[in-house]
């Protein structure tokens, strides 16, 4: 009788508790998902799917994912680039920050990337995971919380020392570091005269160009190949130093739209934009490969190439051009490391760089290297060359200007420059797998579906047999902390905007 | 005498455990569907919430563990007026449920929407009773 009463009385009890445990339960999934504290940690580590971080993705560029039994973990290689993963945001964060271990030996650069509203459909902002360019700087480094400073002679012993004293300094240079100040060339005086660039150049291409007191001034003088078939556009954009975009012009097609009509009759496409403020601008000519700018003409002192340089004088394109110059093209870079491409045999040469030599052997494959010095003097005997990296280039070294120094994309020509202060830091080793963490901030992130997307991008992958094995992605979400009083006014304000 | 004592003490410790664990079977199967379809609901609203932090399955294992429990050990019994509605209020519930998740689907079919949400309630009430009424003669 008395064990009937006992399990009577434990019955009730019970049936209480597990009543009020799904309450409970919900109670603390609702404060952990408003994250009081302000800080959030998602972890993937390829042992099993995770709610909060999605599978690495599209499939076709990964290896499936493996076991090391000794130690039951797991890992997965990037076998082509770039892979994409995406985490959930519960709230509105102020920054991410995203954490990687992975394997990797020989690529110069794998880099982070969190997709950002912006014109484009594909826009990431890319963050360096691990520059070994920049690890190889033998300047001397300190390394702080905010991140690294590389000094040509060691003056500041501390990075908050170097902060301090930044705001006076005009001799440093900024990579992956929020520097608020505009570039400008102090004794800049506009030219009295015309700069002509007398080398045919194929397809999109961008620069940068100085303006004070003067209008931007620009001529195209431009081609339609008619290679392949269907309209030729050109389009012509321009953005201030605030990437806020000023002008645009439409070019319409030659009106020889088949891949049987000859190359168009040279046309000549003007620019000119008057009232501008003194600054940097960058000029977008956005078109196909089957657009040739055969001159440009202006009255700028600065006109320096962005990324990439497509040089064409060349026999190749005689069927089309009889008036090509062929004589070889010399160019001043200070990209540190410099891809080559040539699609045709009648591109194949030997190209110098500096006291360097580089053998272009096979159409249709890319060549890397790293010049011992920057800047470079480029030598192409042939042109036909597409030239590409992270970085500047001019056609001569009169036209070059860096007026990304306080937001460089990657190491350049540090020439007036003692100090680099970059939010990079060397990856940590352990177990023979390398660590590091790339910081977001997360303002212009692209949140769809409460989501964000991440790319992760090994520029050089693609081209070359090698692969990147990764172990884990962790995912720390930052934000305000939250006070219950304010728990309660957002409680109000969901409840308001939803009902 | 005592041994004879003692064997029945324990006969009635395994009867009175055996009704505890049937009956909190009972409590855990109901709580658990009810607390997955709530969850499951709160989820689809605010994706997340739920599933960042909480395995919904292991709700629906909870279930099926319990349940298993429950058909193999319940001994029969008659369905009490009150026990008759709160099945109904499940059900009811249920019903309104699946309702609100159609038009949360099919929102973009604007009237249509609403017309299917309803059209959903209604069958989920009735096929929800159906099986109620069935087990019951059965029973």
Known sequence: MEYKIFFSRLYKITRVIIIIAPVLLLFWLVQKDLVKNGRLEFIYDFSEDSPTITNLFPANRLSQINKIVKTNSYWQQLEKEPVYFETRLPQTFATAIVEVTYKNDTQPLIQLGLETMGENEWNYDFKPLENQLLDNLDWYKIEGEQGSLWQREKTFLALDQFLDQAQNLNNFAAYDYPVNRKFIIPAYQPQDKETVINRSLRGEHSFYTYIKNEPLDFEFIVQDVNRSEGPDYLTIRIYNDQNIKIYEQEVEDDGLISKHDPASLPRNIKVKVANLAEGTYKVILDCEDEIFFRKIITKQKYLTFINKLYLVDNPEYSDGFVDLNYKPTVIYSTIPRLGFETSHLQGIQDIGINDEKIQIQETHKYYYFTPAKIPSLIYLPKNDIKISGRGLMALSQETYFNPEIYQLRDLTGFSDINYLISGYHTPELGNGWKVNQVKFDLAKAKITNRKLRFAISVPELNDQKDVIPLKQIKVILIKDPLSWKEIFYKGIDYLKNNF | ?139
């Open chain 2, 1 to 139: 005498m005592f041994i004879k004592s003692r064997e029945k003490r324990r006969e009635q410790f395994l009867d009175d455990l055996g009704w505890y664990i049937v009956n909190i079977s009972k409590v855990i199967f109901n709580v658990s569907f009810i607390t997955f379809v709530i969850y499951f609901i709160i989820e689809h609203f605010k994706v997340g919430l739920i599933s960042n932090y909480f395995d919904l399955n292991s709700l629906l294992i909870l279930a099926c563990l319990s349940g298993i429990i429950v058909i193999f050990f319940n001994e029969k019994e008659v369905y009490s007026t009150r026990k008759k509605q709160q099945s109904l209020l499940i059900i009811f519930i249920l019903a309104i449920s699946a309702g609100i998740l159609s038009y949360q689907y099919l929102q973009n079919l604007k009237f249509l929407s609403y017309l299917i949400a309803i059209l959903a309630s209604i069958l989920v009430f009735y096929s929800l009773i159906l099986f109620f009424n069935r087990t019951q003669s059965n029973d």
